[in-house]
């Protein structure tokens, strides 16, 4: 039972990151129909950059978070400015390419400056809390309450906030959005800006229980399209429900079935979805 | 620039490339040059299928890698573990790849733009995960070790490097020439139609399922055919063949090149393995400067070296024709659009 | 010719085409009208098979082609063109209609490695019959011009050619006259009444340029939020009172 419940906490761990890398990409995908595949190279910047001010500079782990933050959300600002944007009108194959071009640079510099390396980060909260008989690492527990809190705040932002509404609205009609008189523009870069936040903050709480290298990001990204696929491209729910399904199911099957092959299961379940539906579990239609 | 380039795209440059890839092994400094072009021409042929159901096609397949690799264990296992020798085996592989390509296809071609590329890359994922794991079969991390080279059925004696070179030349010119004759068909234009848009391209009666599937198994079976020979070359191999880097390069060189051309693949592979070969110190940090290129290519040039020259060229053959009233109307029509897009 | 039979379209819980019962017939131009979103375009959908309709029966000479996918109604002779199409930029003129007759085709991957006889004759033929139909949308002279170089009106014209290359009964033209200048207009409507007169085709199109309908329309079906309000002759349509309460009832403008 206490191994069963254990499964669950790393279920919750797993899906908490996959949520928030999740929830970037299906933002960026609701506003701007661009499937960023350089997302997990802004997840992999974002723990290269909390290492960087942690070990380097010797930050705290909460400013070096922020710090890391900060960093990826203008890198995000920039992708946007300076690749997107210009290719808004082409066709749709090109923007793919772009963002693939924009991984590899990003792979390409991080481990010209650090290698090829896994390294180690660090963080505070190396203890372990005992709940009669269940171990919990502290980092664990923050990754879950992290997410937590990240999502509760992103919620009231969108819904709460004027700026919200309009990425809200955008993301439901462009054309609507354009007539109304929003400036696309500024909710373009703020979309990229929070996605480029959530993926910093995803690497920085997952990285002091797993490894920093430069590969880090291919498969939490492919597996964070995976979730948007499940739970619909562009659906903020879809993206938190979608990471705990992925989160759970590979914590159970890893135990349960196979650890070799527990990173197979994601896309067993993506192959086996898009066989049957061909527009995702919860898309609510053709765009 | 344009002039030299220009030349290359006459068909008696072809014919001089073409002389010239047969007299390289005679020129060549040494025979690591010759093996350096041979595997150039290896991926070359593995793009030339990529340009089919990307460059033609218009679906952008993240899996291309992955049946390369596909083709590379076919070979290699059959050879290695199962005794068979290697032609029978390269045409095992080629066979493995076609089948695996239609399984594939018939699924994933359903999806639509963002949807397939994204499939297809987990497909890719899959096939690395399933060679690096499933260890009874692949051997796992260790590799495929004694893999048979081609024999020359007593004539010639393809361990050597220049004879394989001239396997892989015949080969690739058949890619060439096939990609070629494909593309002047009605069946390369169905295709065209296609990338032009599923709705336009069904409204002319196009089955788009069935040419989509038959561009994708084309398309995986270059690939196949391409890791079979890379695996007699090499002759050993692992895991790292289906890592996803493969298909990012082989989409770069296709960029570079021309995508939906014929001579671009070819140029765009053949002109980057080398520059990465000449400067050793990009072959690690390589995608620094291929990186910002791609992104700069589709942009400004998203046809590629090729593909700019052939528009070029056109214009430059059409030149003759009213140009005056013809960019007056051409400002008429910019002004039509912006009163459209204001409305 | 073509029998459109008590047919809907739902999308989610929202109908984007309700009931709608119209017969075309041959030989003539038919225009579909209606303020925006009225499921014009739905319309046209779900004739050429691009959409299912919910319920309903579509005819063609009699013939059931209701739940046909797309390309086999345009097998039976359902051409049309699109309010923006996407064509091969790069590529010439001659080189973007030649597929157009594609689907009169056989050959196959066989036929291009062996260069069949088969293959040589269909490809002239599609050739032939691209150039016939640039002939007859007056284009000729720009075959060999790439299509980034030729202008929006010939743009258009290309469009309707390669939709007279499949060699159609009914061609549904989806706002043929839309982003073209007054005078390159009625070039269009000149083309379409010789589509009928010449080619003796079925015209069906969407149209917004009201005068440009009303002279040029045999008949005409007004649809407004999915449904069919009205059907007849220009003279009919313009002086119904429903259509009026339509067009000015809404925000819409009808002009536009």
Redesign the interface.
Known sequence: MSLFLQQIINGLTLGSIYGLVALGLTLV?GIL?I?N?AHGALYMVGAFMSYFFMVDLGAHYWIAMAGSAAVVAVLAILCER??FH??RH?????????A??????????V??FWGSDFRRMSSPFTGIMNFDGLIIPEQRLLIIAGAFVLVVALQLFLRKTMTGATIIAMAQSREGAFLVGIDANRVAMMTFAISGMLAAFAATLYAPINLVYPAMG??VI?KA??II?LGG?GSVPGAIAGGMIIGFAEALGGFYIST??K??IA??L??LI??VR?Q?LFA???H | MFKVASLLMTPAAKYLMLAFAILFPLVAANEYQVYVMATAFVWAIAVYGLNIITGFCGQLNLAHGGFFAIGAYTLGLLTADYGWSFWPAFLGALVMTAVLGFLVGIVSLRLKEHYFAIFTLCVGFIIYLLIDKWEELTHGAIGVRDIAAPYGFGLVDFTDTTPFYYLVLAFLVFAIWFMGRLSKSLLGRTFIAIRNGDELAQSLGINLMRNKVLAFVLSTTYAGLAGALYAGMVRFIGPEEANINHTFDMITYLLVGGIGTIMGPLLGTVGIVWITQSLQFLEEYRMIIFGPLLVLLVIFFPRGITGSFLTWMHRKSQALAPTKKRQENKVKTAQNREAESNA | MLKVENVTKMFGGLAAVSDVSVEFEAGRINAIIGPNGAGKSTFFNLISGLHQPTSGRILLDGVDVTSLPSDQVARLGVGRTFQTTNLFEQATVLDNLIVGHRLRTKSGLWDVLINSKRLQREEKAARDKAMEALEFVGLTSVAGQLITDITQEERKRVAFALALATDPKIVLLDEPAAGVNPEETVGFAALMRKMVDEKGLTVCLIEHKMDMIMSLADKIMVLDHGEKIAEGTPEEVRNNPVVIEAYLGGDEDAAA
């Open positions: 995908y129909h499937p595949f300076l690749v210009p290719l082409s066709p749709p194959i090109h923007d793919k390419i772009a693939i071009g924009i991984l590899l640079f990003l792979e390409a510099v481990q010209m291919h498969l492919m399209f995976v696929i491209m070799s092959y990173d197979i896309f067993g993506l192959v898009l066989s061909p995702g609510k239609g053709a």
